[in-house]
C-alpha cells in the first residue's frame, strides 16, 4: 500500500513538473508565432498544470488512513479531482473557441511558424511518453486521478499533433484560416475528453456498477463454488480511491460451528485479495431452514427434510438479487 502511495506520488510530482516545462515552451512558442492552433496548445498546458496541482494533492490526501471521521478512508476525493480536471478541460476549450472565432472575424498576423513546429512537435513527443507512462501507473495502482491526468496529458499530446498539422499547412499553402480552424477543431476534441471525465467521476461519486470489475469479482466467487453454499445474494461493491469494498449475503448449513463460518470467511477474503488489490470484505452470514433443502446441493448434510429439486443459474442477476427463496417461492 505505502509502495504505491510513493509510486503515485512520484509520478504525480513528475507530471507537475514536464506540465510547467510545456506550458513555458508553448506560451513562448505562441508569442513568437502569434498562432491560434499554439494558443489552443498552450491554453491546455494551463489546465494541465492546474490540474496535475490538485491531482498531486488529492493523491496525498487520498493516502491518509481512515479516521474518526472519514472511516471509509478518503479515496473519494479522487474522484473530485478527476471531474475539477475535467471542468478546467472543458472551460479552455470554450475559451479557446471564443479566441479563434474573433482571430477568423479581426484576421491575425503570423511568423516565425517554423519556430513554432519545431517547439510544439517537442512537446507533443514528450507528452506522450508522460501520459503513457501516467495511465500506466494509474492502472497499476487503481489511481483515478492518475489515469485522468494521464489522459488528459495524452489528449494535449494528441492536440500538439492536430496544431503541428495546422501551422504545417499554413506554412506551406499560406492560408492563415486555416490556423484558428485548426485551433477549434482541437478545442472541439479537447472539449470531448473533459466531458468523459467529468462523466467518469460522477459515476464514480454516484457508485455507478462497472460490469466489467462486477462480473470479475462475482467469477472470483464461481470459480470456487461449494456445494454447502445454499444460496449467495444481494453482491454488491463499491471504489473510494484504490481501495475495493465487496459485501454479500452467503446461506450456509444451520449447524456449521462459528469457527467453520469464519473458517469460510478467512478463505473468502484471501480468496478476493489474491485477484483484486485493495479489496475489503464483508460478508453477512445466513443459515437455512426446512425449505431451503429443495435449493440445496450439499449431497452430504444428514439433516436434510427434502431432496434437491430446484435448479438455478448462479449468474449475475441472481447474486445480485434477491434470496433464493424470494425468487423461487412460488415453486
Not at 471521521?69 to 479557446?96: C, D, K, R
Not at 473533459?194 to 460490469?211: A, C, F, H, P, Q
Not at 470489475?213 to 454447502?228: A, E
Request: aromatic share 12%; charged share 20%.
Amino acid at each position: 500500500m505505502d509502495k504505491n502511495i510513493n509510486i503515485k506520488k512520484r509520478a504525480a510530482i513528475l507530471s507537475l513538473i514536464i506540465g510547467c516545462g510545456m506550458f513555458a515552451a508553448k506560451f513562448i512558442a505562441y508569442f513568437v508565432t502569434g498562432s491560434d492552433a499554439i494558443f489552443s496548445d498552450a491554453a491546455e498546458s494551463v489546465v494541465h498544470v492546474l490540474a496535475t496541482a490538485m491531482a498531486l494533492y488529492s493523491i496525498i490526501l487520498s493516502s491518509k488512513p481512515a479516521d474518526s471521521t472519514h472511516l471509509y478512508g478518503h479515496g473519494n476525493v479522487e474522484f473530485f479531482s478527476a471531474g475539477i480536471e475535467g471542468m478546467l478541460i472543458f472551460i479552455a476549450a470554450l475559451f479557446i473557441i471564443y479566441e479563434s472565432t474573433m482571430s477568423i472575424i479581426e484576421g491575425q498576423e503570423l511568423q516565425k511558424l517554423d519556430l513554432g513546429i519545431l517547439i510544439v512537435g517537442s512537446a507533443g513527443v514528450i507528452n506522450l511518453a508522460l501520459g503513457s507512462y501516467l495511465v500506466s501507473t494509474g492502472k497499476k495502482t487503481n489511481s483515478l486521478t492518475l489515469i485522468a491526468d494521464g489522459k488528459h496529458v495524452l489528449t494535449d499530446s494528441y492536440t500538439s499533433l492536430g496544431v503541428l498539422v495546422g501551422i504545417s499547412l499554413v506554412l506551406f499553402t499560406g492560408y492563415k484560416i486555416l490556423d484558428p480552424l485548426f485551433a477549434i477543431a482541437v478545442a472541439v476534441n479537447i472539449m470531448f475528453t473533459g466531458y468523459k471525465l467529468v462523466r467518469t467521476s460522477i459515476g464514480g461519486l454516484m457508485n455507478e456498477t462497472d460490469e466489467a470489475m462486477l462480473n470479475k469479482l462475482i467469477n472470483v466467487l464461481l470459480q470456487r463454488k461449494k456445494d454447502y453454499w445454499i444460496d449467495i445474494h444481494e453482491f454488491r461493491y463499491w471504489r473510494s480511491g484504490d481501495s475495493m469494498f465487496v459485501d454479500f449475503h452467503l446461506i450456509l448449513p444451520y449447524y456449521f460451528t462459528i469457527q467453520q463460518t469464519h473458517g469460510e470467511e478467512k478463505e473468502l477474503t484471501t480468496l478476493f485479495e489474491n485477484e483484486i488489490q485493495n479489496v475489503q470484505l464483508k460478508i453477512h452470514f445466513d443459515y437455512c431452514v426446512p425449505e431451503l433443502c429443495k435449493y440445496c446441493r450439499y449431497s452430504e448434510c444428514n439433516v436434510r427434510q427434502h431432496e434437491f429439486s430446484v435448479n438455478f443459474e448462479w449468474d449475475r442477476l441472481k447474486l445480485t438479487g434477491k434470496p433464493v427463496y424470494s425468487v423461487y417461492q412460488s415453486t
